[in-house]
């Protein structure tokens, strides 16, 4: 990166490049798991749903959106950085971003064959606290519920 990375409340023009970034992440991740959705259902879906109703900053270097992180209360409902910005504390710091925009408690979902997801969130500070058989996702695939919450010093 040229640029230093800002992070910044997501805009509507951002819906794009956040949609991308969600269906190239979860390919790379997630070659498991086909597709569901078209790129324009994504992007629909991220316009319309998860700009509208969660709080969504993006992580922007050289005017490219490189990462993203949507909060709907206290639940972490998407955290992705696109593949080859990866393992460069992008994510690190959305999730620090979150945890301080949180009321001192974060859950998330993953699915139990992502191991990548797995031990970022274990890295800092998530601990698993249920499992479940995937039958409450649309990709029916097995997942995991973490839970963080800050220490009181």
């Given amino acids: 990166m040229d640029e230093p990375l800002s992070l910044e409340t997501a805009r509507a023009s951002d819906a794009e490049a956040i949609a991308a970034i969600h269906v190239a992440a979860r390919a790379d ?28 900053w993006v992580a922007r270097a050289d005017d490219r959106v490189l990462g993203f992180v949507a909060l709907d209360g206290d639940e972490v409902e998407q955290l992705y950085v696109l593949p080859g910005s990866q393992g460069r504390g992008i994510g690190s710091r959305l999730l620090d971003l979150a945890k301080r925009e949180s009321s001192g408690r974060l859950r998330l979902h993953t699915f139990q064959r992502n191991l990548r997801a797995r031990a970022f969130y274990e890295a800092r500070g998530f601990r698993a606290v249920s499992f479940d058989d995937g039958s409450g996702n649309e990709e029916r695939e097995p997942d995991m519920q973490y839970e963080w919450a800050a220490t009181v010093p």
Avoid at 36 to 56: F, G, I, K, M, Y
Wanted: glycine share 0%; proline share 7%.
């Fill in 29 to 56: 991740a997630l070659p498991y798991l086909a597709p569901l959705h078209t790129d324009e259902q994504v992007r629909d879906w991220v316009a319309s749903v998860v700009l509208a109703r969660c709080r969504v």
